[in-house]
């Protein structure tokens, strides 16, 4: 059975994300995935990974949804009220949701997902720590030089100064 | 814990109906990466599910790899939504016709 905090947060993270997805503007749009996000950081506190909940708010609530804010800030006026999707395939795509869940859901709960049920403590945020400067340092080392080229591509790109001018060519 | 492993697996699959939904009826090129980041978390929350009700710390661990990398899509996603909104002066996908240059 389940208790009254993961009840709120399904509630909050299912209900803001299908709002940052049908709202009308994209600005409301993206504070609603924050909270979306937030909500996904109170289930990793409800599973006893402190560690990895204070990551989420620190890289996603704090940074990517900041980042896409300001993106969103960027964009014409017109743009962030007008919405823009096929209406022809919006039952289509409502179809797919449904049997994507309904199909996904029942093979999970034909599984024996259900009887797995632990009384072991949660993990020690101290060990990752150790996990990470030894078993993980070559990834580690992987991840930052993927981060790095990652942030100097996205720079590289944003500050471009001659696309308008190609496409005025064009 | 009251909680079990399926409440959190059935909360992970409700979150990637939804994103796949945002990507298949979705024109929108900044909704589109709303989606994606609905879906990666689905897969982070599944991640430490699992690694809760397995014992070992590998799930919380690829868990924070996996939220790393996705900082970095996203850097780079929105400079390509941003390169192409001031070369079509839209952010319709349907509006970006072609790729060159």
Redesign the interface.
Known sequence: MVDAAFLALSVLTIGTAIAALEMRSLIYGSIALMGSLGGIAGFFLLLDSPFVAMFQIAVYVGSIAVLILFTVMLVKRELIFQKIEDPKRKFAGIGLMLVLMVGIGSIILDSGLKTIVTDEPAVDYREIGVDFVTYYWPALIAMALILAGAVTGALVLARREDVEDEQRAN | ???????????S??????????L?????A??M???I??II?AA??NL??F???????EG??L???S??????????G??????A????????IAEFR?LK?
Do not use: C, H, W
């Open positions: 814990m009251s909680n079990e492993l399926i409440d959190f697996v059935i909360v699959v409700a979150l990637l109906g939804i994103g796949i939904y945002g298949a009826v979705k024109r929108n900044i909704r990466l709303f989606s980041e609905i978390n982070n929350l430490v599910a690694g809760r009700f397995i014992p070992g710390s919380q661990t868990a924070l790899f939220i790393g990398i996705a900082a970095a899509e996203v850097a780079v929105l400079a390509l939504i941003i390169v909104y001031r070369m079509y002066k839209n952010i319709d072609s240059g």
